[in-house]
């Protein structure tokens, strides 16, 4: 059986199994950094490509969950560009 859910879904989902709550995009992305290089490199190419190609609906739910989704992103890219420059 393949889980075909992104990785931003999955996280969030054992975030709220574990934790009863979603998780910050802080805390995303400090799980995401525990990744090597490489694996944060697939990650990152993964969701911009599902990113560019989801759709936003006009509905206010659906551009709160663009936006936020974005954040969490944005988080993600700063902490692979820091740990990059560190050569990790």
Do not use: C, P, W
């Not at 075909?4 to 805390?27: M, S, V």
């Not at 911009?48 to 659906?62: H, K, L, N």
């Amino acid at each position: 059986m393949s889980d075909e859910r992104d990785y931003l879904t999955k996280t969030q989902d054992l975030g709220r199994q574990r934790l009863g709550r979603d998780l910050t995009d802080e805390e995303i992305a400090s799980n995401f950094a525990v990744h090597g290089l490489e694996r944060r490199s697939q990650i990152l190419d993964q969701i911009e490509t599902e990113s560019a190609a989801g759709e936003i609906s006009g509905d206010s739910g659906s551009l709160r969950a663009a936006g936020k989704r974005m954040r969490t992103i944005s988080a993600m890219r700063d902490a692979h560009e820091r740990l990059r420059r560190l050569g990790r």
